[in-house]
């Protein structure tokens, strides 16, 4: 049983850029979260959402209230979309 860790055996110049790898990781995780939604799409989906849960959120073409809650959200971003808001590009039917 080693009651030591084994970068205490490791030379100091080693370490060092073990350590400085962990940091380059770190950042490249924070680059990476960016918002895949502006903050115009999701005022879109809310004001979807409350306006399905009273009952007043109605469909395109065939006028029918909403009462699917996905329905409601992908009325919402579509609206976002229309207006030029961030909002990823919809997933195509194969």
Same mark, same amino acid.
């Given at each position: 049983?080693?009651?030591?860790?084994? &970068?205490?055996?490791?030379?100091? $110049?080693?370490?060092? &850029? $073990?350590?400085? /790898?962990?940091?380059?990781?770190?950042?490249?995780?924070?680059?990476? !979260?960016?918002? =895949?939604?502006?903050? #115009?799409?999701?005022? @879109?989906?809310?004001?979807?959402? %409350? %306006?399905? =849960?009273?009952? &007043?959120?109605?469909?395109?073409?065939? #006028?029918? !209230?909403? @009462?699917? *809650? +996905?329905?409601?959200?992908?009325? #919402?971003?579509?609206? $976002?979309? =229309? *207006?030029? $808001? /961030?909002?990823? +590009? +919809? %997933? +195509?039917?194969?």
């Amino acid at each position: 049983m080693n009651l030591w860790p084994e &970068t205490v055996f490791q030379p100091v $110049a080693r370490r060092m &850029t $073990a350590h400085r /790898k962990c940091n380059v990781e770190i950042d490249m995780a924070r680059k990476a !979260k960016k918002r =895949k939604y502006s903050k #115009g799409a999701a005022k @879109k989906v809310k004001r979807a959402m %409350k %306006k399905r =849960k009273a009952g &007043t959120l109605k469909s395109g073409r065939s #006028g029918r !209230k909403v @009462k699917s *809650r +996905k329905q409601a959200i992908a009325i #919402g971003l579509s609206e $976002a979309r =229309k *207006r030029g $808001a /961030k909002v990823p +590009k +919809k %997933k +195509k039917r194969s």
